[in-house]
Structures are given as C-alpha cells and as structure tokens.
C-alpha cells in the first residue's frame, strides 16, 4: 500500500499505510531530513493503519535521533496541529 509524505508548516505529514513493504525507506528518509536538519515533527495521524515492523523502524529512527542529540515530536492526534503538550508525543534522550 502507498505512503504519503507532504512538508507542512513546520512538520511532516505522513498518511496512508505504514507496513512491511515501505517502512524502511520512510525512516531511512526521515533519517536523512534528521541529519540534515536536526530536530523534526512528525504527524502521523493520519495513518491509515500501521504494523509491527513500522512501529519497530520509527523505535529505530528515535535512537538514532537520541545518539545525535536530536529530537523527534509525533503528532499523534488530528484534532490542532500547532505546538500542544498534550497533543504531541516528544522524543529525545
């Protein structure tokens, strides 16, 4: 199944399905934005559906933005995307 990813105000949306078959490359693309840019936001709610391996290579992308010294936010809600504590999941070491 297809992933999209669209740069947002300040953020990268991810929609449609995260699974086996793509998960590698939009980590391995958000590991490349990582150390260009530093710290990212990540909106990932509106996945449609999201499976095991994926959620095992985004584990993977937040240690490796944790060994950098970065930090990576997933926006894991849809309702206002701007910068809510309640709303954002923040990762960093």
């Not at 590698?24 to 590991?31: I, S």
């Not at 240690?63 to 309702?79: D, K, L, M, N, W």
Request: with cysteine.
């Amino acid at each position: 199944m297809p992933v999209w990813i669209k740069e947002k105000e300040g953020f990268f949306e991810v929609s449609g399905t995260m699974d086996t078959e793509n998960c590698f490359q939009v980590c391995k693309f958000f590991e490349i934005l990582l150390n260009m840019k530093g710290d990212l936001r990540i909106d990932i709610s509106k996945l449609e559906s999201l499976d095991m391996d994926s959620i095992r290579e985004l584990n993977t992308l937040v240690a490796v933005a944790a060994q950098e010294g970065s930090t990576i936010e997933f926006i894991t809600t849809r309702a206002n995307k701007k910068s809510s504590k309640k709303q954002i999941n923040r990762v960093s070491n």
